[in-house]
């Protein structure tokens, strides 16, 4: 079993240990699921630069609250983060 970021209070998850988790899931091979999960999050990471809400079940609905721009292209974002109601509720 690999090491969430629910059982590692030391820090948040970074991508190697999403990419663990994904490949642990699923059983695709880590170098099928290295592009695709890093598509994703740049697709993400798009969408919410530009200002759009992001709908993704079972995570929930991501929005920006508030958005500043620093130098060299950089941005701060606020969001905010509705989770879904889980099923068993």
Do not use: F, H, Y
Not at 29 to 53: C, H, M, Q, T, Y
């Amino acid at each position: 079993m690999t090491e969430t970021a629910e059982t590692d209070p030391a820090g948040p998850m970074k991508k190697p240990q999403l990419l663990d988790e994904v490949v642990a899931r699923t059983n695709v091979k880590k170098r099928d699921a290295k592009p695709a999960v890093e598509a994703a999050l740049a697709v993400i990471a798009e969408a919410l630069s530009n200002g759009d809400d992001v709908n993704l079940p079972p995570l929930g609905k991501l929005r920006v609250i508030k958005s500043k721009d620093l130098e060299a292209g950089a941005k701060v974002l606020t969001l905010k983060l509705r989770t879904m109601k889980s099923a068993s509720a």
